[in-house]
């Protein structure tokens, strides 16, 4: 009896390369119809999946790794810091195709929930209450977003009110543009790069945090030193205040000094009364 060659399992790198082919180019193309921007969408697909490499062991053991992966390309795309960053200020050459540029105009023109809904629903197929988990929303604040999505396209493009024609055109939209996701091996290695230097940073950080407490520590006083207390009269001179308004024995003193001889011999002989 011949024992039958038993399949070794994938490396962990196999693993999130055999992901990476299935999902990458697919989900490429959907970002770019949720942002309107290719690079963009590679960049977020990117970074998403940097992020699951990082977590791999986790992730790895996830029910639904690239429901995952998609969230996070999703939030990455969204992500309203994008407005501040210099080459995202302009907008990109649209689709050469007149109906593709005027279906895309439509959905840049929903709110970001309705239009992740929208793709989500219409685009990837997902069932309601999937598309309300992934958007963090309930389920009829889900399908409230949906209809006002539809109604919205519909009212400017009514040949896509049918939610099967409008799913046809979405996937053509998508595939229309020659977006082509990196290559796995880059994905990891930046994402080990990534890594390494928040890794050192935070290191760099907790050395610089250690340094300046033990700079503290050593230049803090190491015993209490009562503050300087206020003046005494001594010996019948009373103590120096801050200037003020002259008393009324303070200002005939000065009176009188005025009135007297301000040099002469006759300030060196003392006068008797």
């Not at 997902?126 to 958007?135: I, K, V």
């Not at 209490?224 to 200002?251: D, F, I, N």
């Amino acid at each position: 009896m011949t024992r039958q060659p038993t399949e070794r399992p994938l490396t962990p790198a196999q693993a999130f390369d055999a992901l990476y082919a299935f999902c990458a180019p697919a989900l490429v193309r959907q970002t770019y119809l949720l942002t309107g921007r290719r690079e963009l969408a590679r960049e977020s697909v990117e970074r998403a999946f940097q992020l699951a490499w990082q977590r791999w062991p986790e992730l790895a053991r996830d029910r639904d790794p690239a429901g995952w992966v998609r969230a996070t390309a999703y939030d990455c795309a969204l992500s309203p810091w994008h407005r501040f960053r210099p080459r995202y200020r302009h907008p990109e050459p649209p689709p050469p195709d007149a109906s593709d540029r005027v279906l895309l105009d439509v959905l840049l023109d929903l709110t970001a929930p309705q239009r992740r809904t929208l793709l989500l629903y219409d685009g990837v197929g997902l069932d309601l209450p999937d598309t309300a988990a992934e958007t963090e929303a309930s389920t009829p604040a889900a399908a409230n977003r949906l209809l006002h999505a539809r109604a919205a396209v519909a009212a400017r493009l009514p040949g896509l009110a049918d939610p099967t024609e409008l799913h046809r055109r979405l996937a053509e939209l998508a595939s229309a543009e020659r977006l082509r996701a990196a290559k796995p091996t880059t994905v990891r290695e930046g994402s080990e790069r990534r890594a390494l230097f928040w890794t050192r940073a935070a290191i760099a950080f907790t050395v610089a945090l250690i340094g300046t407490t033990v700079l503290t520590l050593r230049t803090a006083p190491t015993h209490y030193e009562p503050p300087v207390p206020p003046g005494q009269t001594v010996l019948g001179v009373p103590p120096r205040v801050a200037p003020g308004p002259l008393s009324e024995k303070e200002v005939e003193l000065r009176a009188k000094l005025r009135s007297q001889a301000q040099n002469g011999p006759e300030r060196l002989v003392p006068q008797t009364e």
